[in-house]
């Protein structure tokens, strides 16, 4: 991971709180939670999720390693059918969690991606990692291609559920994007919030409001909002003064 983002935005809204990152490997991360040495990490999904909470965030394109004179180097993508006469190294970190892995099995597992990188550097085999750990131990004679059919891992927010404190609520935001104005949890639209405004009550006798032409219904059954089911001249008013007598 490089969080350095997400660290810059924090800096920037929490100056008086320090953020410190901690580099470890996908393996430690949960080690280095549960022992309270950090309050979140990024980590590699599946987490015990009877202790953990977590935020997935991206899945990883899978790749194979190879040398740049390896005959892999001339095609975009790769599949695992195109390793099967290949040694691949399955080093004992690997966090792809692999039913059966691809091509023929080296004599002994490496201790590490790194010491696999190496080995795959002096054309012993080749590595199958996320594309992320690729650029980490990225070397200039040595490239990788994607492996479209292989198992994928995700990455996700990670930290103890019941250590779940404001700040650490604060640095998920970040994650997340969300702004500094942004409040925790889901805020209701406008449109939303002003349905559930409660509605003022007219006092007795008062005229109803405009009502365009066809919609809603009146009193007793009436249309167009008209009281006591006046016509067309009643609607616009009464006059007042004396009524007029018919000779």
Same mark, same amino acid.
């Given at each position: 991971?490089?969080?350095?983002?997400?660290?810059?935005?924090?800096?920037?809204?929490?100056?008086?709180?320090?953020?410190?990152?901690?580099?470890?490997?996908?393996?430690?991360?949960?080690?280095?939670?549960?022992?309270?040495?950090?309050?979140?990490?990024?980590?590699?999904?599946?987490?015990?999720?009877?202790?953990?909470?977590?935020?997935?965030?991206?899945?990883?394109?899978?790749?194979?390693?190879?040398?740049?004179?390896?005959?892999?180097?001339?095609?975009?993508?790769?599949?695992?059918?195109? #390793?099967?006469?290949?040694?691949?190294?399955?080093? @004992?970190?690997?966090? @792809?969690?692999?039913?059966?892995?691809?091509?023929?099995?080296?004599?002994?597992?490496?201790?590490?991606?790194?010491?696999?990188?190496?080995?795959?550097?002096?054309?012993?085999? #080749?590595?199958?990692?996320?594309?992320? @750990?690729?650029? @980490?131990?990225?070397?200039?004679?040595?490239?990788?291609?994607?492996?479209?059919?292989?198992?994928? %891992?995700?990455?996700? #927010? $990670?930290?103890?559920?019941?250590?779940?404190?404001? #700040?650490?609520?604060?640095?998920?935001?970040?994650?997340?994007?969300?702004?500094?104005?942004?409040?925790?949890?889901?805020?209701? %639209?406008?449109?939303?919030?002003?349905?559930?405004?409660?509605?003022?009550?007219?006092?007795?006798?008062?005229?109803?409001?405009?009502?365009? $032409?066809?919609?809603?219904?009146?009193?007793?059954?009436? $249309?167009?909002?008209?009281?006591?089911?006046?016509?067309?001249?009643?609607?616009?008013?009464?006059?007042?003064?004396?009524?007029?007598?018919?000779?």
């Amino acid at each position: 991971m490089t969080p350095s983002k997400w660290a810059r935005i924090w800096d920037e809204r929490y100056p008086d709180v320090p953020l410190t990152l901690l580099s470890v490997t996908a393996a430690e991360v949960a080690d280095t939670l549960r022992a309270g040495d950090a309050d979140a990490g990024f980590v590699r999904l599946p987490v015990d999720r009877t202790v953990f909470s977590a935020i997935p965030l991206y899945t990883e394109t899978t790749v194979v390693v190879v040398p740049k004179d390896h005959v892999v180097a001339a095609v975009d993508e790769v599949t695992v059918e195109d #390793l099967a006469d290949e040694v691949v190294f399955h080093p @004992l970190d690997d966090v @792809l969690g692999w039913e059966r892995t691809p091509g023929q099995a080296a004599f002994e597992r490496p201790a590490t991606t790194a010491d696999a990188v190496e080995l795959v550097a002096a054309g012993v085999g #080749l590595l199958v990692v996320p594309q992320s @750990l690729a650029r @980490l131990h990225h070397r200039k004679d040595l490239t990788y291609r994607p492996l479209v059919d292989a198992p994928q %891992s995700s990455v996700a #927010l $990670s930290w103890p559920e019941e250590a779940t404190t404001d #700040l650490v609520e604060d640095f998920i935001g970040i994650v997340r994007g969300r702004t500094v104005n942004s409040t925790r949890g889901r805020t209701p %639209s406008q449109p939303q919030a002003a349905a559930e405004q409660p509605k003022r009550r007219r006092p007795e006798g008062a005229g109803s409001p405009r009502r365009q $032409s066809g919609t809603g219904r009146g009193q007793r059954g009436g $249309s167009g909002g008209a009281k006591g089911g006046q016509g067309a001249k009643g609607a616009k008013g009464v006059r007042r003064g004396k009524p007029r007598r018919r000779s």
